[in-house]
């Protein structure tokens, strides 16, 4: 007779009964991401003066009004599905949004190291197109990989993702 107490764990079964949603964190990090390359991209012109300083200084100010909007918009929808309202509840939605201004952080910091003339904003806006990238992909794959799902699949995760850098990085070319 089979004992139930000497039962082997089933193999390849993730933890979860099926795949997990991304985390809002995650998601505004690759909205914060995507965000900062393009304009980053786009406020590198060739045709006019460099001054990767402002360019820095308006990618974060750019970052942290979109959170702050995107927070707002939450509490606006909040404010729809319930009447449980304030000052306290709009400033926790627009706080919750801080993912969208971190994943900002690395391409400001790039864009700051041309200030000093260690090397072009061109090559600073390159270098930050491509750390972008890769942080998409590798958040791509561990999200993939959190979610349960095997080797195979969080590359592919993680290749879609970086898809989405390579596109601003295409853009960026092409227009210039």
Request: no cysteine; charged share 15%; hydrophobic share 50%.
């Amino acid at each position: 007779m089979h004992d139930p107490a000497h039962r082997s764990p089933r193999p390849n079964v993730s933890r979860a009964a099926g795949p997990q949603p991304p985390e809002p964190r995650l998601i505004s990090g690759v909205y914060g991401l995507v965000l900062a390359g393009a304009l980053a991209a786009a406020l590198d012109s060739p045709d006019e003066q460099t001054d990767p300083g402002s360019d820095a200084v308006w990618v974060l100010f750019t970052a942290l009004a979109a959170a702050a909007a995107h927070g707002y918009a939450h509490v606006l929808a909040h404010r729809m599905s319930t009447d449980h309202s304030g000052l306290k509840v709009g400033f926790r939605a627009m706080l919750a949004e801080w993912p969208v201004v971190a994943a900002a952080v690395p391409t400001v910091v790039v864009l700051l190291t041309a200030v000093p003339s260690w090397w072009t904003e061109g090559e600073a806006v390159t270098t930050a197109l491509l750390i972008n990238t890769l942080i998409l992909a590798g958040a791509g794959m561990w999200t993939a990989r959190r979610a349960g799902r095997g080797w195979p699949a969080s590359l592919r995760a993680g290749a879609g993702d970086m898809l989405i850098g390579l596109v601003i990085i295409a853009a960026n070319a092409l227009i210039k």
